[in-house]
């Protein structure tokens, strides 16, 4: 359906979890306890939301979390979604720990695509980042999902300072490799903010201190642009919400894990769907009533601090 702003909005990000396997500097408090009650969502619940938005004509949806993996039953939330009519592509956002495992078993549930984060080639950085994490596990669900011939995103959200020195080893991934590389922009949020005021590496400054990979260079204002290197197998891109903010382009929602609506990332602007999950067109008019009134546009660059009261491993990135 179209918003008040005349965006078409076809898109939900669902996370189905706060709880995750590692612990990322710029992400989660690293005291955070996994064993803390998650108070959220059943997979019935899910699926019902997700029938409704798929009334209003959402027709993709991302699972993320927390660490999506880390729920016992992924693998039947992604089927059951993979039967709802209207609902074309399904994907995840996971930090790769356990996807290597798992991955040709949700593929079989109706997994469509992937994207992985990853911050860091180094095994040693990767643990610092992370606290938990082992890259070698990561790299196996890369190469799982390759032959698998998943459709593959790698996310880098750069730190100055932390892993700028390997934008170049990042970049050259696509020579080899069929994904495509996104170096996402550092948000303000959270755990992010004490990294964000060491100074923001805006996509343009990649640019610009890269040059000679991209000779053509100019950043599409508004725009997620990919650029190839001669010869590669994959994609580099781009996701500056903070630069470039793309709000025009926005065309999704996000529902948290415990059946809130946020339909914009930075705001407080949020509906809780829990009173109506025992109603199927209440929880279409709430979804509907949510969707039309999504914010127009963030104000992150002029006022860095976020008014969303979640954190992005609340919200899903
Ligand atoms: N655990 C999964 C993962 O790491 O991919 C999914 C959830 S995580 C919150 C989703 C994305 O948000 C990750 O790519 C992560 O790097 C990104 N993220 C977390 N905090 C961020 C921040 N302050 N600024 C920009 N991206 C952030
Ligand atoms: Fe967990 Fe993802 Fe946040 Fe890292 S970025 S702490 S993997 S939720």
Request: aromatic share 6%.
């Amino acid at each position: 359906m179209f918003d008040r702003e005349g965006r078409n909005i076809d898109y939900i990000r669902v996370s189905i979890t706060e709880k995750c396997n590692l612990r990322c500097i710029y992400c989660m408090p690293q005291n955070i306890c996994n064993k803390k009650e998650d108070i959220c969502l059943q997979s019935e619940d899910i699926n019902r939301i997700l029938k409704a938005a798929s009334i209003l004509g959402i027709q993709k949806v991302r699972f993320t979390g927390g660490e999506p993996l880390v729920v016992d039953n992924i693998e039947k939330i992604i089927f059951n979604t993979s039967k709802i009519i209207n609902i074309k592509d399904i994907s995840i956002t996971t930090n790769g720990v356990l996807l290597g495992d798992m991955v040709t078993s949700l593929k079989q549930c109706g997994l469509n695509r992937v994207n992985i984060s990853l911050d860091t080639l180094k095994k040693d950085k990767f643990k610092a980042i992370t606290k938990y994490g082992e890259l070698s596990k990561v790299e196996d669900a890369i190469n799982k999902c390759l032959s698998l011939n998943l459709e593959l995103k790698l996310n880098t959200v750069l730190i100055r300072g932390i892993n700028d020195d390997e934008i170049t080893d990042l970049i050259n991934l696509t020579k080899e490799l069929p994904l495509t590389i996104r170096f996402i922009e550092l948000m303000p949020i959270g755990e992010g903010e004490r990294f964000y005021k060491n100074g923001l590496i805006t996509s343009e400054e990649i640019l610009n201190t890269h040059s000679e990979l991209f000779p053509t260079g100019t950043l599409d204002k508004g725009i997620a642009k990919l650029y190839k290197l001669p010869n590669a197998k994959g994609k580099v891109g781009f996701i500056s919400p903070i630069s470039c903010k793309f709000c025009n382009n926005c065309n999704k929602v996000r529902l948290t894990s415990n059946g809130i609506i946020k339909p914009c990332l930075h705001s407080e602007k949020e509906l809780d769907l829990t009173p109506h999950l025992d109603n199927d067109l209440a929880l279409v008019s709430a979804l509907r009533e949510s969707i039309y009134h999504k914010p127009k546009e963030h104000n992150l660059l002029e006022q860095p601090e976020n008014t969303s009261k979640k954190l992005m491993y609340q919200i899903g990135g």
